[in-house]
Nanobody
Framework: VQLQASGGGLVQAGGSLRLSCAASGRAFSMYTMGWFRQAPGKEREFVAGITRNGGSTYYADSVRGRFTISRDNAGNTVTVYLQMNNVKPEDTAVYSC?????????????????WGQGTKVTVSS
């Protein structure tokens, strides 16, 4: 089982960045997927989630209207994207993708069974 996040980097405030997460090793097309982030000195927090077929999404209040989550279930690898627009310095964090059983999007970290390593996003002011 592997969830590989990529796409992080340094971006100026107001700019855009697109994160990707390639999930393989299980039938991740049947899993609800989520993006989380953890800033230095803070707890991991929910950013966005998407249901198995991509029909429903949900966002944290802090990113709603700026970030968009999507997924591609074609093939053996499921890819989940996080398009980040109009980024702010407070978006600086390590972003990780995760997968959970079941069709509901949940914000609680403990409801997700599989996690990838993070990709670091730094937003400069």
């Amino acid at each position: 089982v592997q969830l590989q996040a990529s796409g992080g980097g340094l971006v100026q405030a107001g700019g855009s960045l697109r994160l990707s997460c390639a999930a393989s090793g299980r039938a991740f097309s049947m899993y609800t997927m989520g993006w989380f982030r953890q800033a230095p000195g803070k707890e991991r927090e929910f950013v966005a989630g998407i249901t198995r077929n991509g029909g429903s999404t949900y966002y944290a209040d802090s990113v709603r209207g700026r970030f968009t989550i999507s997924r591609d279930n074609a093939g053996n690898t499921v890819t989940v994207y996080l398009q980040m627009n109009n980024v702010k310095p407070e978006d600086t964090a390590v972003y990780s993708c995760a997968a959970k059983v079941g069709g509901s999007i949940m914000q609680a970290v403990e409801t997700y069974s599989y996690w990838g390593q993070g990709t670091k996003v730094t937003v400069s002011s």
